[in-house]
């Protein structure tokens, strides 16, 4: 695989560029140019992952310091995302004439915390993420409780994406079902949190204030990668919801390990068994994890014999209250100083982005489509690809793409036939912006 997406000093340039906006400068010209900085260093670390070789990107975003300002600009868009977009989708005045612009901000959290999962990885990336780490934490564990509550799960507005016919209510299940991509990668960034902090703050946070082991006994328990539809279990991995075979129905996935381990690091290590109150509660809530500990399970995670003696151990004692410590502790600050900041300015907010960011010109939307068209390289999207494509129809091995917007993939013409009335409203979306490149081009050719 070809691991050089962007070279070395162009990745420099990009990382020695990042910065922090405001909320009201979110889908500015400005903040749209470092959206698509973000989208090249997230697939040239994934590449660079991928290939387990010269992680360049994470250098240097470690070296310059740059993790904060990544959590920052997710949290930011996510303030936006709760708190300036159902606004946005209310006023009468706006009838914006493609949604493309406003889905890209939308999609800007799932591009951070996908970049993040990729470098979190790493003790270092841990370690130069700072006091944002508690942040990050804080926001793991809304996530965590969205998909717990299966909020986020199998389109929860229970409206089909195709069926609609208004432009910002499509956006708005579009970004509702986003969540649920975003909120599965926030379980990995969790658990490589709980790899590697050695803050008192960090431990006290995921413990003492958000309980996190119970959560994850709570994402044990219901699963939510995992379903049964028209009598077949499926679960979702790499990105797509895919049928298990009978044989493979007990088989781990990448996700129930995260959680796993996760509950490990948390339960087993000195520090964390010292800071968690196991009362009667969190005690029994912890105990049906054993109900889960079959001998399949462990064969597949061996460390977990550990944790299995330890629930054992703790169903005949009454572990001693937790030590009360007396410790300058840190709190996170990104969600409050954005919410704090922008308090009673969110329709003036909205009102502002609908006049001077989301109505933009022939000129700028040019602009924009050669700037993603350069960063959404079809050859480099493949080789992201962790298998060979998919049929969205059937889940069949796929040699055949969808022709006019070359973004989804199919075994036979039956397949892409039987699958078009699901994929008509995507298709056009991106076969939109894909022609308007084109015609752009040409016109200044």
Known sequence: MDTCYILPVEAEGLVQSLETFSLKEVGSERWFRQHAHIEKLNMQAILNASAMHDEFVK?????????????HEMILVEVWKH??????CQLEDFNPKNSFHLYMVIHHEATIINLLETIMYHKDS?????DSVLDLVDYC???LILLASKATRDNPTGKAVESSTDLMEELQ???AAQEFEISLKAVSVLRFITDHTESISVINRMLCIHNMPCVLVQLIDCSPWSRCKDGEVEKYINGRWQKIPVEDHLKMTKLDGQVWISLYNLLLKEDCQRKYDFNNFNKN??????GFMTEVLIDQLPNLVELQRFLAHLTVTDPAPPKIELILEQIPEIWNHIVRENSGKWKAIA?????????PSDSELKLQAQRLNQVYNLDVMESLLPEKPKCASCGKEAAKRCSRCQGEWYCHRECQVKHWSKHKRACQLMAE???????DLHVNS
């Open 173 to 175: 299940m579009q970004s």
């Open 83 to 88: 708190k300036v977009f159902p606004i946005l």
């Open 433 to 439: 912006v894909t022609e308007k490149i084109q015609r």
């Open 59 to 71: 250098e240097l975003l470690v070296s310059y310091g740059k993790i904060p300002i990544l959590v």
């Open 141 to 143: 564990h809304r996530k």
């Open 285 to 290: 809530q912890l105990l049906k994890l054993r």
């Open 351 to 359: 009102k502002y982005q609908v006049k001077e960011t989301f109505s």
């Open 126 to 130: 841990c370690e130069a993420a700072g």
